[in-house]
């Protein structure tokens, strides 16, 4: 990517970041060619090696031929909110390639290991032709699974030394996984790590393998599993393999990339893509109008209070239960003015 392009595409990612509007044409741009991109997610917990991983994924698509772009969500700064920067100095070989664009995005509080302005960023990117896109998250604890919502495929990163090898099929962050990746295989406890995976991955799919049953006859996580990754038209399920690698020395990573992009081509054989993009798009302007909702509720004013205080005051007193309450702040949060104004004066028990 050229110098110039690379500092316009840096402002407009700075822009969208902070909450500014981006140009509505560019981003539609972007919508439109979002479905000629593939995203790939990597999580796992802190210490697995997510951001050299990713560095070897990035120059390893890079070399191929693809325009790759790495957003890389950091914790955040807890005086300036920025991203603390660290994943960058883990990728060194990828950010000096033209083929390679790194951003560092702040989680700025938000849940899930995630930065909330991930969508738009992922709009503008494919706006400036970029072909691969790999989210790295922040270390990610067993319920932070948004990143599913933001991802075409998912890579879950574990690594030996964690403790009880089987301690990962208990977590949901596992429930998420396309394929699993145990980093630094090189060390001691790497192979009785790989066979706990595999042997939790086979006993979980083993009820999708086959004709669909009943509905009433299956349990919800069989249901899920067969939605996610079950037999499409060409009647092939996908079975999260599990992969080796050392990303530091790059053994592995080829595999790995490999098994990605036939993970893509299944998707789209089985016409699972499309059904995901959906999925992702319904999750994302639900929490979309989450976020306006909060913002919403914080500009409400009871006198000198705000409302969310005035109705809390009144659940603890003991004049109303906590679902009138909430009723409540829908109606005011979401009515015309003149309807708000009748729920802000229920708030003061008039």
């Known amino acids: 990517m050229e110098p110039l392009k690379r500092a316009r595409l840096a ?17 539609k741009a972007g919508q439109a060619r979002l479905p000629d991109l593939r995203i790939l997610g990597i999580t796992g917990p802190p210490g697995s090696g997510k951001s050299t991983l990713t560095d ?37 070989r990828s950010e000096g390639l033209d083929r390679v664009y790194i951003r560092s995005l702040a989680a700025r509080g938000h849940a899930g290991g995630l930065s909330a302005a991930t969508p738009d960023i992922c709009a503008v990117l494919a706006s400036f032709g970029i072909d691969r896109i790999l989210i790295e998250t922040v270390g990610a604890g067993q319920s932070d699974v948004e990143i599913k919502d933001n991802a075409d495929c998912v890579a879950v990163v574990s690594v030996p030394g964690l403790g009880d090898g089987l301690q990962a099929a208990k977590a949901g962050i ?33 009820g999708i393998d086959g004709p669909a049953p009943a509905a009433e006859s299956s349990t919800i996580g069989d ?46 054989a ?54 009138e309450a909430a009723q409540g702040l829908m109606d005011a949060a979401t009515a015309p003015e003149e309807k708000a104004a009748a729920a802000m004066r229920r708030s003061k028990g008039s």
């Open 174 to 206: 596992m429930e998420i996984g396309d394929l699993f990746v145990v980093n630094k295989a090189d060390l001691p406890g790497a192979d009785a790590v790989t066979r706990d995976l595999t042997a939790m991955l086979h006993l979980a799919y083993r």
């Open 56 to 92: 070897a994924l990035a120059t390893a698509w890079a070399e191929a031929g693809a325009e790759v772009a790495v957003l890389a969500v950091d914790p955040s700064s807890p005086y300036s909110g920025g991203a603390i920067l660290g994943d960058r100095f883990r990728m060194r």
């Open 11 to 27: 402002r407009i990612i700075t822009a969208v970041e902070d909450g500014r509007a981006a140009d509505p044409a560019l981003l």
């Open 223 to 268: 249901l899920r599993l067969r939605a996610r990754h079950g037999a499409g038209e060409n009647g092939a399920v996908w079975m999260p393999p599990v992969h080796t690698v050392t990303a530091t020395s790059g053994d592995g990573v080829g595999a790995l990339k490999d098994a990605i992009e036939r993970f893509f081509a299944w998707a789209d």
């Open 270 to 323: 089985n016409r699972r893509f499309a059904a995901r993009r959906h999925a992702m798009q319904r999750a994302q302007l639900g929490e979309r109008t989450r976020l306006l909702f909060e913002a919403r509720l914080a500009e409400l004013r009871i006198e000198d209070g705000d409302a969310l205080d005035r109705w809390a005051a009144r659940v603890l007193a003991g004049d109303c239960l906590p679902a």
